[in-house]
């Protein structure tokens, strides 16, 4: 596509349960990354892809987080058992390669716990 | 550990006016400096990227510099608008992989 796809825009859910968010890189990007941006904590990394395998998963907050791309493109990010300090925005961003290239980032993933 | 600083952590300026926001990092071995843009409830919008061996990037009214052995990033605004409004990022590439450390942001407002 045209730019970084990500869905839902928005995502409400209640303490507990489980979330799927979704990114659709830009066509023909080696590379996919996982940003969370919180108040008080600015933005911070959590993931990247480089094809389908996760060389670097060193910024997932917990076990309750998850990641996996598939066929090269689009990636997922799931977490489990959902608590109020989950609750940012969650940015993907994708770039050519995974060495020295421009990233573009998605609109983000705004998501409630309530 | 990377560790990035934008200052001031907001500016207001009259329209028309030249501005520099400033960015600095602590471990001077980066492979590349991006500067990105971001509008109030949306993504990043990347602006400038300067790779290591690079002194300084144009495009249209913005202009990056990099000094990397003092740690530094500038970036210049001419002529400012209404519309650059925004809170401007920058990010450093520290190792492998790609991964971007951010700084705060700094906000700005340009006022008619």
């Known amino acids: 596509g045209a730019g970084v796809s990500q869905s839902p825009s928005n995502k409400v859910t209640e303490k507990g349960k489980d979330v799927e968010l979704r990114c659709d890189p830009i066509?023909?990007?080696?590379?996919l990354y996982w940003y969370r941006q919180s108040l008080g904590q600015g933005l911070e990394f959590l993931i990247y892809?480089?094809?389908?395998?996760?060389?670097?998963k060193s910024g997932l907050p917990s076990d309750r987080f998850s990641a996996e791309r598939t066929g090269g493109s689009v990636s997922t990010l799931t977490i489990q058992r959902t608590q109020q300090e989950d609750s940012a925005v969650y940015l993907c961003?994708?770039?050519?390669?995974?060495?020295?290239?421009?990233?573009?980032f998605g609109q983000g993933t705004r998501l409630t716990v309530v | 550990k990377q560790e990035v600083t934008q200052i001031p952590a907001a500016l207001s300026v009259p329209e028309g006016e030249n501005l520099v926001l400033n960015c600095s990092f602590t471990?001077?071995?980066?492979?590349?400096l991006q500067w990105f843009r971001q509008d109030p409830g949306k993504g990043l919008t990347s602006l400038l990227l300067?790779?290591?061996?690079?002194r300084e990037q144009t495009s249209g009214r913005l202009n990056a510099s990099l000094d990397k052995s003092s740690g530094r990033s500038t970036l210049y605004i001419a002529a400012s608008q209404p519309g650059d409004s925004a809170t401007y990022l920058c990010a450093v590439v520290t190792g492998g992989g790609n991964k971007l450390t951010f700084g705060t942001g700094t906000q700005l407002k340009v006022e008619l």
């Open positions: 961003a994708s770039s050519l390669e995974v060495v020295n290239t421009e990233a573009f």
């Open positions: 300067i790779q290591s061996s690079q």
């Open positions: 471990d001077s071995a980066i492979y590349n």
């Open positions: 066509s023909g990007h080696t590379a």
């Open positions: 892809f480089q094809g389908n395998s996760a060389p670097d």
